[in-house]
């Protein structure tokens, strides 16, 4: 692991970064999502604000039993506000999928921080390739992917030591 120069706290809140994995700068994936919803086939871990924005909208989204939408809601520090719900599995994909196609992503401050992140993900502050991938292949980094939504969530200057670490790993990778 890399250990960054500080922490870095996500906008939310948490999770807070400690530490990379030089996995991000090496693994490469496709270029861009193509929303192809391969990747929710096991729902997903939705934080708690994330949760009230989704259930203030619920009249909004058409064709949904709310009653079947999440599970046990856990406690976890590492989540914006303190925990998660997991969105249900249903039809073999999360319960947000429709045609495809994530219903959240047509509400502003509803997709959940893991969906954002991904093919990030993080635990113990850590931030690290997630598990699993459908959409691996050889035209970018997962870290480059990601970039613009490690922005939005932990600022610039996580960027910033970001590409520095992405050239170091590289290097060394290349002297091997
Ligand atoms: S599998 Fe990859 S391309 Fe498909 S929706 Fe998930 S992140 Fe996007
Ligand atoms: S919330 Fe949306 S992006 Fe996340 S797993 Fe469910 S359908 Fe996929």
């Not at 929303?35 to 009230?52: H, I, K, M, W, Y």
């Not at 599970?71 to 999360?94: I, K, M, Y």
Request: proline share 5%.
């Amino acid at each position: 692991m890399i250990s960054l120069s500080r922490k870095y706290v996500g906008v939310g809140g948490a999770p807070e970064i400690s530490q990379v994995s030089p996995w991000l700068f090496i693994e490469m994936v496709s270029s861009s999502c193509v929303g192809c919803g391969r990747c929710c086939s096991n729902g997903c871990d939705v934080e708690f604000p994330a949760l009230g924005k989704i259930l203030n909208l619920a009249e909004s989204i058409q064709g949904f039993d709310y009653d079947l939408w999440f599970e046990t809601p856990c406690l976890d520090l590492e989540f914006p506000g303190g925990g998660f719900v997991r969105a249900s599995v249903q039809n073999g994909t999360c319960v947000f999928q429709r045609d495809g196609k994530c219903v959240l992503h047509s509400f502003s401050g509803c997709k959940p921080l893991v969906c954002r992140l991904f093919p990030i993900t993080f635990d113990l502050g850590i931030l690290k390739v997630a598990a699993d991938i459908p959409c691996r292949g050889l035209e970018v980094s997962v870290y480059a992917r990601a970039q613009q939504d490690l922005l939005s969530i932990f600022g610039r200057d996580l960027i910033q030591e970001l590409d520095r670490f992405c050239v170091s790993v590289l290097r060394s990778v290349k002297k091997c």
